[in-house]
């Protein structure tokens, strides 16, 4: 299942981005992780079949995740960003399963990646 992703940018502390990710087909479930330099790749948030969402406890106030009307693009909002959250963010899918986890092992399907940095 190929992911491409987008949305990557620049972001002073405070800002916003939204990240976009579009399969070549729908999925049942669609996955957003970051991985900052020299960290582990972390699941940050989940959306399962067309509305069920799984986030990481720490995150779930800033982060909204969704899918488009189309429902092979999904979406990561993220609200008052910090330099911590600096990183490659990745879009993982599962096409063939509902998948209730933000464990890496868990994904099949991994996109390229798009940079997020945050920095003043």
């Known amino acids: 299942v190929p992911l491409v992703e987008t949305g990557g940018g620049s972001v002073q502390p405070g800002g916003s981005l939204t990240l976009s990710c579009m399969a070549s087909?729908?999925?049942?479930?669609i996955a957003w992780f970051c991985q900052a330099p020299g960290t582990a790749r972390q699941g940050v948030a989940a959306?399962?079949?067309?509305?069920?969402?799984l986030y990481l406890d720490n995150l779930k106030a800033r982060i909204t995740i969704s899918r488009g009307n189309a429902t092979n693009v999904m979406y990561l909002q993220m609200n008052n960003l910090q330099p911590w959250e600096t990183g490659m963010y990745y879009c993982?899918?599962?096409?063939?399963?509902?998948?209730?986890?933000?464990?890496?092992?868990?994904?099949?399907?991994w996109g390229q990646g798009t940079k997020v940095t945050v920095s003043s």
């Open positions: 993982a899918a599962n096409s063939d399963r509902f998948s209730y986890s933000l464990l890496r092992e868990s994904w099949n399907y």
């Open positions: 087909g729908f999925s049942k479930s």
């Open positions: 959306v399962v079949g067309t509305s069920g969402t």
